[in-house]
C-alpha cells in the first residue's frame, strides 16, 4: 500500500515536471551535494599540494634516490619497502614519480603561461583593434586550428626536436589559437559595454580603457581555460615524451617513465600503473578545480551544478 | 542551399591549402637541417651535403619552395621517405584505411557513450546515471589515452586473456583500442550534452510544452534533445578528428598498423616528407568532418535550413 501510494506520487511530481522537480532537487538535494562536492575539491587540493611539494623538494618525499640501482631488488612487486614496486634497474618506481613530477609539472605550467601570454595579446589586439588586423590573425588561428592539437604539438616538437624548451613551445603555440578565440570574443563584447562608451566621452585614453576596463574584465573566463588548459598540457607532455620527444634526461619524466615500462606490461604491472596513475590524479584535481571555478565565475553554468 | 554548400567547400579548399602552408612554414621556419638529418657531416664531405642540398631543391628561396611545394601536392607527389627512399603518397594510402576504422570505431564508442550518458544525466539529474556520467566525464577528460590503453590490456589481455594485446587483423584487435580512444571522446561529449540539455531544459519553450501537457519523453527527444544537439555536433566533429590525431598515440600502444604508427616512426627518424604527407592528410580529413557538422546544422535545425546559410 505504501509502495503504490510512493509511486503514485513520484508519478504525480513527474506529471507536474519542470517546477515541481527543480523545486525538490534545490530544496532536498542541494545541502548534502554541495558538501560531497566539497569534499571532492578539498581532496583535489590536497592532491595538488602533495603534487607541488613532489615538485619543489622531490629528496625529501622519495624514500630512495632515483637514480640509484638495486640489482638485488629487480622488478620487484609493491611492498612495504617499495610502494609501487621497483624497475628492471632495481629503481624504486615511487622515487622516480616523485623525482619525475618537475619537469611534468614544468611542461604543463610553462606551456600554459607561454600560449596564455601569446594567445591573450593576439586576440586583445585582434579584438579591440579589429579591422583588417582582426581579419589577419584570426585566419592565421583558424588555419592553426586545422590540424588538432596533439598533432601540431607533435610536428613542431619533431621540427625542433627534444627538449624542454622545444616541448613547452610546442605545446604553447598549439594551444594559442584557443586562447586568442576566447580573449578576441570578451574583448568585443566587453568594448561594447556602457562603462567603456563612458570612460571614453570623459576623454580616458585607449590603452587606459584596455588595461583599467577591458582586461580585468575578461580575465576571469581566460583564467578558468588556462587552469582547464594546465590539465591538458600536462597531458600532452605526457604524450609527447611517451613518443619518445621528452625532455631526455638521467631521471624520466612520468610519460617517458610509462613508455619505458611498457616492455615489462606482462611481468611488471606497476611500472605502467603508478605513473599513469599519477598522471590521472594530477590532471583530475585540475580539472575538479577548473570546473568548480568555471561554475563560479560563468553564471549561465549555475543551474548545472 | 547549393550556394551555401559552395561556398562553405570553397573555403575548406582555402583553409586546406593553409594548413599546407602552415606545416610547410613549420619545418621551413623551425631550426635542423634535414639533409644534416639523412647523413651524418662527420664521414660525408662537404660537396656531397651540398650536392644533395641543390638536389632536394633546400637552397632555393622560401617563395619558389612554397610554390614547388604546392605544385608537388597538386601533381599528387608528395615526395619520398628520407628512410626507405619510398614514394609517400602510396606508403600513407596504404595504411589508410586500417586507421580510419579505429578513428570511426572510437567515434561509435565515443558517441554512444557520450550522447547515451549525457541524455540520461540531464534528464534524472541527481541519480545513479548522473553520477557516473560525472565520472566518465572526468576521468575521459583527465586519464591520458595511453595509460588507459595500457590498463586495458593489462586487465583484458594480460590478465584475463579475453582479447589480443597487439595486431591489427580482425575484429578483436579493434576493441580494447577503439575503447582507450574512444572513452576520451566519450568524456568530452557526456559534459556536452549534459551541460547543453540542462541549458536546453530550463528554456521557457520547455516550460510551455509542458504546460500544454505534452508527455516529458517527448519534449526530452523531440524538443530538448535536438535544441542541444547543435553544440554537441560540433564538438563531436572535433573529437573525431582529435581521435584521428590520438592515432598517433594509440596504435604505437596497441602495436597497430596505420597512419598513426608510421607518424611515430617518422618523427622518431626525423623523416619530414612523411611527417607532412600525414600531417596534410589529416587536415583534409580534419576539414571533411567540420564541412560534414556544419552540412549537418541544417538537418538538425529547421531555422538555419530557412536562413539557407550559416556563415
Not at chain 1, 214 to 221: E, I, Q, T
Not at chain 1, 277 to 299: E, K, Q
Amino acid at each position: 500500500m505504501k509502495t503504490s501510494a510512493g509511486a503514485a506520487r513520484r508519478g504525480a511530481w513527474r506529471g507536474r515536471a519542470g517546477l515541481a522537480q527543480a523545486e525538490t532537487s534545490v530544496r532536498s538535494g542541494k545541502r548534502l551535494r554541495f558538501a560531497s562536492s566539497d569534499i571532492l575539491i578539498g581532496l583535489a587540493g590536497i592532491a595538488l599540494v602533495f603534487l607541488v611539494l613532489c615538485a619543489l623538494f622531490p629528496s625529501w618525499i622519495a624514500p630512495y634516490s632515483p637514480t640509484e640501482m638495486n640489482t638485488a631488488a629487480i622488478l620487484q612487486a609493491p611492498s612495504a619497502a617499495h610502494l609501487f614496486g621497483t624497475d628492471y634497474f632495481g629503481r624504486d618506481v615511487f622515487s622516480l614519480i616523485v623525482h619525475g613530477t618537475r619537469d611534468s609539472l614544468l611542461i604543463g605550467a610553462s606551456s600554459v603561461i607561454v600560449g596564455v601570454l601569446i594567445g591573450a595579446t593576439l586576440g586583445s589586439v585582434a579584438g579591440y583593434v579589429g579591422g583588417r588586423l582582426d581579419a589577419v590573425i584570426m585566419r592565421v588561428m583558424d588555419v592553426l586550428l586545422t590540424v588538432p592539437g596533439i598533432l601540431l604539438a607533435l610536428t613542431i616538437a619533431a621540427a625542433l626536436g627534444p627538449g624542454l624548451r622545444n616541448i613547452v613551445l610546442a605545446i604553447a603555440i598549439s594551444s594559442v589559437p584557443g586562447y586568442a578565440r576566447v580573449m578576441r570574443g570578451q574583448i568585443m563584447a566587453i568594448r561594447g559595454r556602457g562603462y567603456v562608451f563612458a570612460s571614453r566621452a570623459i576623454g580616458a585614453k585607449p590603452s587606459f580603457i584596455l588595461t583599467k576596463h577591458v582586461l580585468p574584465n575578461s580575465a576571469a573566463p581566460l583564467l578558468v581555460m588556462a587552469t582547464l588548459g594546465l590539465g591538458s598540457s600536462i597531458l600532452a607532455g605526457a604524450g609527447l615524451s611517451f613518443l619518445g620527444l621528452g625532455v631526455l634526461k638521467e631521471i624520466p619524466d612520468w610519460g617517458a617513465l610509462l613508455s619505458q615500462g611498457r616492455g615489462y606490461l606482462t611481468v611488471a604491472w606497476w611500472i605502467c600503473t603508478f605513473p599513469g596513475l599519477a598522471i590521472t590524479l594530477f590532471v583530475l584535481s585540475i580539472n575538479l578545480i577548473g570546473d568548480r571555478w568555471r561554475d563560479a565565475v560563468d553564471p549561465k553554468r549555475k543551474g548545472r551544478a | 542551399m547549393i550556394q551555401a554548400i559552395g561556398s562553405r567547400l570553397f573555403s575548406s579548399l582555402l583553409v586546406i591549402v593553409g594548413s599546407l602552408a602552415l606545416v610547410f612554414c613549420i619545418f621551413y621556419l623551425l631550426p635542423g637541417d634535414p639533409v644534416l638529418s639523412m647523413v651524418d657531416p662527420t664521414t660525408v664531405s662537404p660537396e656531397v651535403v651540398e650536392n644533395l642540398r641543390e638536389q632536394l631543391g633546400l637552397n632555393r628561396p622560401f617563395h619558389e619552395r612554397l610554390l614547388a611545394y604546392f605544385g608537388d601536392m597538386l601533381t599528387g607527389d608528395f615526395g619520398r621517405s628520407l628512410v626507405g627512399s619510398e614514394p609517400v603518397l602510396p606508403k600513407i594510402l596504404h595504411q589508410v584505411p586500417s586507421t580510419l576504422l579505429l578513428t570511426a570505431a572510437s567515434a561509435l564508442v565515443a558517441i554512444v557513450v557520450g550522447v547515451t550518458l549525457g541524455v540520461l544525466s540531464a534528464v534524472r539529474k541527481g541519480g545513479i546515471i548522473d553520477l557516473l556520467a560525472r565520472i566518465v566525464g572526468l576521468f575521459g577528460i583527465s586519464m591520458p589515452t595511453f595509460w588507459s590503453g595500457i590498463l586495458l590490456i593489462l586487465i583484458f589481455s594480460v590478465q584475463l586473456k579475453w582479447l589480443p594485446a597487439m595486431g591489427s587483423d580482425g575484429f578483436e584487435t579493434l576493441i580494447l583500442p577503439a575503447l582507450a580512444l574512444g572513452f576520451v571522446g566519450a568524456g568530452s561529449i557526456v559534459r556536452m550534452v549534459r551541460g547543453s540539455m540542462l541549458d536546453v531544459l530550463n528554456e521557457p519553450f520547455v516550460t510551455t510544452l509542458r504546460a500544454k501537457g505534452l508527455r516529458e519523453r517527448l519534449i526530452q527527444i523531440k524538443h530538448v534533445l535536438r535544441n542541444a544537439l547543435i553544440p554537441a555536433v560540433t564538438l563531436i566533429g572535433m573529437q573525431i578528428g582529435d581521435m584521428l590525431a590520438g592515432t598517433v598515440i594509440i596504435e604505437t600502444v596497441f602495436s597497430r598498423q596505420g597512419i598513426g604508427r608510421i607518424l611515430a616512426d617518422a618523427i622518431m627518424a626525423k623523416d619530414l616528407p612523411v611527417v607532412q604527407g600525414i600531417v596534410f592528410f589529416t587536415a583534409i580529413v580534419y576539414v571533411g568532418i567540420n564541412l560534414l557538422v556544419d552540412l549537418s546544422y541544417a538537418a538538425i535545425d529547421p531555422r538555419i535550413r530557412r536562413k539557407g546559410a550559416r556563415t
